[in-house]
């Protein structure tokens, strides 16, 4: 029986000896006996660094920041010119017509406008809420009022997940069209509300200063 064990082990040694393992094959075969060992593959199916190109027009997938601004502010100046085109329409067919059913044409018009762009800031808010790795159905916090402020601060400036999350792929990066959107656009929108509110101010501060002068004060 020892004689038996000793030609075995005599046979290994040559074996090993004339066929030696190279380490490239050690090593593989020490990664596949290693059950602790980390796998070298991709195991959720997405690549390091993977994006994706958000769409002006979605319910879902992610959205940055200044898109979020950008997408926000353009569909705010499409929905006020298109009020301005039906304003200006219903009110010349007024002074034709001479009748006064222009002013509910108008308000159901401007139901008709403002509806799809309310819609559509809630799909924007969803995006954000999944970009930052939250649940979309806290945009129904714009409903509540002084809430919606805090809100809207947070979408603007709550930055997103780095890589992917449980809601998709981050956003690509943004392009000198989003950039330009997301900060101009902003910056005219509110220079524009602020002109509106400030004008018509004056132009009353100026016009009972005129009065007074008339009257002798």
């Not at 992610?62 to 929905?79: D, N, Q």
């Not at 219903?90 to 309310?118: C, E, H, K, S, W």
């Not at 780095?162 to 220079?191: A, C, Q, T």
Request: charged letters at 15%.
């Amino acid at each position: 029986m020892q004689a038996c064990r000793r030609i075995l082990y005599d046979c290994r040694i040559y074996n090993d000896r004339e066929h030696p393992v190279s380490d490239t094959h050690s090593d593989f075969k020490t990664d596949i006996n290693n059950p602790y060992q980390a796998p070298a593959a991709v195991v959720d199916g997405e690549p390091t660094g993977a994006t994706y190109q958000p769409r002006f027009w979605a319910w879902s997938g992610r959205l940055g920041r200044l898109r979020y601004l950008a997408y926000l502010t353009s569909i705010s100046f499409l929905t006020m010119i298109a009020v301005g085109i039906l304003g200006g329409v219903l009110g010349a067919m007024q002074v034709v017509r001479g009748n006064a059913g222009g002013i509910d044409m108008l308000t159901v018009g401007l139901m008709i406008l403002y509806i799809p762009m309310f819609v559509y800031s809630f799909a924007l808010a969803r995006r954000r809420f999944n970009d930052t790795g939250r649940t979309g159905w806290l945009c129904l916090l714009m409903l509540v009022p002084l809430v919606n402020v805090l809100v809207s601060l947070y979408l603007v400036f709550a930055p997103g997940t780095d890589g992917p999350n449980e809601y998709g792929l981050p956003p690509s990066k943004n392009s000198w069209l989003v950039i330009v959107g997301g900060i101009v656009l902003p910056l005219v929108f509110i220079v524009g509300v602020m002109a509106a509110v400030a004008i018509p101010a004056y132009q009353a501060y100026s016009a009972k200063a005129q009065a007074a002068r008339g009257s002798g004060f």
